[in-house]
Nanobody
Framework: QVTPVESGGGLVQVGGSLRLACTVR????????MGWFRQAPGKEREFVGA????????IYADSVKGRFTISREYAANTMYLEINSLKPEDTAVYYC????????????????????WGQGTQVTVSS
């Protein structure tokens, strides 16, 4: 069973930083792209960003460009989301997921192309 596990969320002040981690358990995710999504209270889940299976390519939602950075550490089977300059509108539950396609460098923003979702980690930004 492939299970992504998110961690690193918490309560932080406006302008602060956090680093979220997504560790995939069950098998290696090195041949799959990975993505981050988030769901704010009362809103639908939205795409945040993704990283290719090689780790050389990333894409981000316009709302987070320049503030969020995705990376991955293959030895730990972990993907990271570095969040800087946090804003109140970044408050959400953050989810990671594995792209169901292997060795594909066309990063997806659609939820339907991702399988094996984690349970999420809460990020709360206080003003």
């Amino acid at each position: 069973q492939v299970t992504p596990v998110e961690s690193g969320g918490g309560l932080v002040q406006v302008g602060g930083s956090l680093r979220l981690a997504c560790t995939v358990r069950g098998r290696s995710s090195s041949s799959n792209a990975m993505g981050w999504f988030r769901q704010a209270p009362g809103k639908e889940r939205e795409f945040v960003g993704a990283i290719t299976w090689t780790g050389r390519g990333t894409i981000y939602a316009d709302s987070v460009k320049g503030r969020f950075t995705i990376s991955r550490e293959y030895a730990a089977n972990t993907m990271y989301l570095e969040i800087n300059s946090l804003k109140p509108e970044d408050t959400a539950v953050y989810y990671c997921a594995e792209d169901r396609r292997r060795y594909n460098s066309n990063l997806a923003t659609e939820e339907g192309l991702y399988a094996f979702w984690g349970q999420g980690t809460q990020v709360t930004v206080s003003s």
